[in-house]
């Protein structure tokens, strides 16, 4: 059974720093992973997917990485700032599962001013 | 408009209650699933739906049923709410052809 774990479970930084946040999964035998950013009251929200063939992604501040054989990937987050506080979760599709989605419990990220 | 919406956004109410939560969606996706969410836990999957005619259980379906009224409308019953389904909430949609998965805003149910 695929399972994804999150570390840490929360963070706290002051603005500008640059951060690194862990997910770990079980099953090397994954389509996809992606990295989830949810506010309170708004949902999840994608923020990168990586296939298992790429290495990594990224998308303005944010870089994700993926190493597939031993089951890791890494959220870093660039120059953090006060907006970027939220909860950020990761997922995996695994070919076990098909087209669902196995989500970790997620890092809740808080950037002080 | 928010393209996956869902109603209502809060809910109390006590054991033994028939509750329904509906989800809605503007994204013209065939796909659509019911999460659950705890504190300290991921979301787990409730049920899914490929398409209008299409339901599966998922992780863990126990106490749950769906409906899917159309492609546009998916709904989550809980037939006899007790105190363990307090949780948070969540419809998703996607398209077959890109694996992101739309969720909507949440719903948050508090069984007494």
């Known amino acids: 059974k695929q399972e994804v774990t999150q570390i840490p479970a929360a963070l706290s930084v002051p603005e500008g720093e640059n951060l690194v946040l862990n997910c770990s999964f079980t099953?090397?035998?994954?389509?996809?992973l992606q990295w989830f950013r949810q506010d309170p009251g708004k949902g999840l929200t994608s923020l990168l997917l990586?296939?298992?063939?790429?290495r990594e992604q990224t998308s303005g501040r944010l870089n994700a990485s993926l190493d597939k054989s031993s089951g890791r990937s890494t959220l870093y987050i660039a120059a953090s700032q006060p907006g970027d506080s939220a909860t950020y979760l990761c997922?995996?599709?695994?070919?076990?599962?098909?087209?669902?989605?196995?989500f970790g419990a997620g890092t809740i990220l808080r950037v002080k001013s | 408009d928010a393209d996956v919406t869902q109603t209502p956004r809060n809910r109390i109410t006590k054991t033994g209650k028939r509750i329904m939560l509906e989800c809605s969606q503007t994204?013209?996706?065939?796909?659509m699933y019911w999460y659950r969410q705890d504190p300290g836990l991921g979301l787990r999957l409730i049920y899914y739906?490929?398409?209008?005619?299409?339901?599966n259980k998922g992780e863990i379906s126990d106490g749950y049923s769906v409906s899917r009224q159309a492609q546009a409308k998916f709904s989550l019953s809980l037939e006899s709410a007790i105190p363990n389904q307090t949780a948070l909430y969540f419809c998703?949609?996607?398209?077959?052809?890109?694996?992101?998965?739309?969720f909507g805003p949440g719903t948050r149910l508090t069984v007494l």
């Open positions: 998703a949609t996607s398209d077959p052809l890109v694996d992101t998965q739309y």
């Open positions: 099953d090397s035998a994954i389509y996809n």
């Open positions: 990586i296939q298992s063939s790429q």
């Open positions: 997922a995996v599709r695994s070919e076990e599962y098909g087209n669902k989605l196995v």
């Open positions: 994204k013209g996706h065939d796909r």
């Open positions: 739906s490929f398409d209008v005619k299409d339901i």
